[in-house]
């Protein structure tokens, strides 16, 4: 069975300080690994994926996202916090062969001061 | 290319009642997933459909229930609804080809 772990419920950091948002995960096989992002009221976005290849990985609004395969671990990052950043992420990860479903983290509220 | 549609955004029903939810995937896809979220439990996985036929199902009771038509548009259906079923049901759909799911804005079902 596939799992995501989001060991923090919030993240406050201040805007233009770099921000971190934990993963780790665990599956039986080769990870397929998301980020996505929920603003209030809204569905998920897609912010960017771990399929194979460079372990940093860059995706939409200049967050980035490292993977580390000896830590099975998949963490969110920013240099420059932006207020606007305030929301709730969630981790994800998905099991290479076959079609296996997406399963989520808690997920992780971030909170960004002015 | 539009996005995912659900309809309708905000449902308020009543203890003991149905409700059908309708999730239109983007053009193409062909894998329609549905989540349930509730501040306590997260998100769920409910099921997932791919040409018709259900491929994956979640840990839910079988008062929850799913379809997919032929032109990939899905709908589930929540039959002797529980106050416990309040929540945002979110659908999503992914492609063959793209690893990543794309969401909907979600159903808000309130059950009164």
């Known amino acids: 069975a596939q799992s995501v772990a989001q060991p923090e419920d919030q993240v406050n950091v201040a805007e233009g300080n770099p921000l971190t948002v934990k993963c780790t995960y665990s599956v039986s096989g080769n990870p397929y690994l998301f980020w996505y992002v929920q603003y209030p009221n809204r569905g998920l976005q897609f912010l960017l994926k771990y399929i194979t290849g460079d372990n940093l990985v860059k995706g939409s609004y200049g967050f980035e996202a490292e993977f580390n395969k000896s830590q099975t671990s998949f963490h969110l990052k920013k240099p420059s916090a932006l207020v606007s950043d305030s929301a709730l992420y969630f981790c994800a990860v998905r099991e290479w062969s076959g079609y296996s479903t997406l399963t989520f983290g808690k997920g992780t509220m971030l909170l960004v001061s002015p | 290319k539009a996005g995912v549609t659900q309809t309708p955004r905000y449902l308020i029903k009543t203890r003991g009642q149905q409700v059908t939810l309708s999730c239109s995937p983007i053009?193409?896809?062909?894998?329609v997933s549905w989540y349930q979220q509730t501040p306590g439990q997260g998100l769920q996985f409910l099921f997932e459909?791919?040409?018709?036929?259900?491929?994956n199902k979640g840990n839910f009771p079988g008062r929850f229930s799913g379809r997919q038509f032929s032109n990939s548009r899905s709908e589930m259906n929540v039959s002797t609804l529980e106050l416990g079923d309040s929540a945002l049901y979110l659908c999503a759909s992914s492609s063959r080809e793209n690893t990543e799911a794309f969401f909907g804005q979600g159903t808000r079902l309130t059950v009164v």
């Open positions: 459909y791919f040409s018709e036929t259900q491929r």
């Open positions: 053009s193409g896809h062909r894998s």
